[in-house]
């Protein structure tokens, strides 16, 4: 599991459920018909704005926020470098039988090593790569936008919820004793949008966002190690053209 995703939970959320607990009990915050208002009406709107297959897909999306690994910058270097060594040892098709195994780990990586062993020239290589690459970050961004969209829905939901709170208690001005409950409603249905938005939402979206970065600077380096490697470069030269992604500062 991601640890900053982790701790990020259990503190945005701990300190708010500790704050509860202090100012009194904690089951005066729970409201089945706030909670109804506040997701459905999300849920309703994000239907409305997006395709079913799409909102379908984003529990799958919303997993990589969780618990997603990808290889680190450093350790993709040395994967690059070994693989620019034996290809200049033993040749391109070298790679061919270990294809299988590659694709179980990076079917990107496996892709690019298939279209070299096929004898595309870099420029063809190139092309296709960039296109998938493209390709992957527009189905990231579908998932962070869903994400973002409800984060913007949950609190004006909320709202909707409030509104709905007081004119159910404007209605029974006449029995003091009937206004408790429609209040709660008023009050909470803000307090749940605004929770689910903020420590929700929101953060899993910023945190797609981040990892689809992440994720399509690897492939990019992973293009250009291909690319290297198809042309036929020295192991060292593969190693200095992937620091380039690399800060300054971490290059060594």
Do not use: C
């Amino acid at each position: 599991m991601d640890v900053a995703t982790l701790i990020g939970i259990l503190v945005g959320g701990g300190l708010v459920i500790a704050a509860i607990s202090m100012g009194g009990s904690g089951t005066w915050f729970i409201n089945l018909p706030s909670l109804m208002i506040v997701i459905g009406g999300t849920i309703g709107a994000t239907l409305i704005s997006y395709p079913l297959s799409d909102v379908l897909s984003v529990f799958k999306v919303a997993k990589n926020a969780f618990f997603q690994r990808t290889i680190s910058v450093s350790e993709l270097i040395e994967v690059m470098v070994g693989f620019a060594r034996k290809a200049r040892k033993e040749g391109i098709l070298s790679f061919e039988p270990e294809l299988p195994t590659i694709e179980k780990t990076d079917p990107f990586l496996a892709k690019g090593l298939r279209l070299a062993i096929d004898g595309l020239d870099s420029d063809a290589i190139r092309d296709i790569l960039v296109l998938e690459i493209q390709n992957i970050e527009e189905r990231h961004n579908v998932g962070a936008e869903i994400f973002s969209s409800m984060g913007s829905y949950a609190p004006a939901v909320g709202m909707l919820g409030t509104i709905i709170g007081l004119v159910q208690m404007l209605m029974q001005m006449k029995d003091p004793s009937q206004i408790g409950a429609p209040m709660a409603v008023a009050l909470l249905t803000t307090f749940y949008g605004t929770l689910l938005a903020y420590l929700l939402f929101l953060p899993i979206a910023g945190k797609l966002k981040a990892k689809s970065k992440r994720e399509v600077l690897l492939k990019h380096m992973i293009l250009e190690g291909i690319v290297s490697i198809q042309s036929g470069d020295n192991y060292r030269i593969v190693e200095q053209k992937l620091k380039a992604f690399l800060p300054p500062s971490t290059r060594g």
